[in-house]
């Protein structure tokens, strides 16, 4: 009897990058089976609408302002929400005149987007009103004088009520 090992030989790489290259298409095939009866992935994070109508009811009531003063444009410039669990949504209306922002309006329980001046203690330009709003706190964040972002934050009111 012969207690020798007979070595075998090993797989050739060139099975081993076919096998490899099989297993990549077929796992891009499944991927696009799967983004087809699918659809692609919902958003997440702050999403851009074209309107405050467009806001959907998860990101929470949205609030338009019923009045203006005459310098701010209306439509707004601006309108996001948060989509993929929590709930946001901001407004930015832009002055006629220099098409700069000049007023957010927003709620949400979930940081505001980066544009928003959230911190304008330190900036005399800017000023943060909030208040309840029903279920939500609202938060104005405005270049307006004082008397004129009160006016609109006590103005607020759903979307599709008045303008």
Same mark, same amino acid.
């Given at each position: 009897m012969d207690d020798r090992v007979t070595p075998r030989p090993g797989v050739p790489l060139r099975r =081993? #990058? !076919? !096998? *490899? *290259?099989? @297993?990549v298409a077929l796992g891009g095939l499944l991927a696009g089976? +799967?983004?087809? *009866? =699918? /659809? $692609? +992935? $919902?958003p997440r994070g702050w999403t851009a609408v074209a309107t405050a109508e467009a806001v959907p009811e998860g990101a929470g009531p949205a609030l338009v302002p019923a009045y203006l003063p005459e310098e701010l444009a209306w439509p707004p410039a601006a309108v996001h929400y948060w989509a993929g669990g929590g709930r946001g949504w901001w407004i930015e209306v832009r002055s006629r005149s220099e098409g700069l922002p000049w007023l957010y309006v927003g709620s949400g329980d979930r940081p505001a987007p980066a544009a928003v001046p959230l911190a304008p203690e330190g900036d005399p330009e800017w000023r943060r009103l909030s208040r309840q709003v /029903? @279920?939500?706190v609202v938060v104005v964040v405005t270049r307006l004088p004082a008397g004129e972002a #009160?006016?609109? #934050?006590?103005? =607020?009111? $759903?979307? /599709? *009520?008045?303008?």
């Open positions: =081993l #990058l !076919a !096998a *490899a *290259a099989w @297993t089976v +799967d983004r087809f *009866a =699918l /659809g $692609p +992935d $919902p /029903g @279920t939500q #009160l006016r609109v #934050l006590d103005g =607020l009111e $759903p979307v /599709g *009520a008045g303008r």
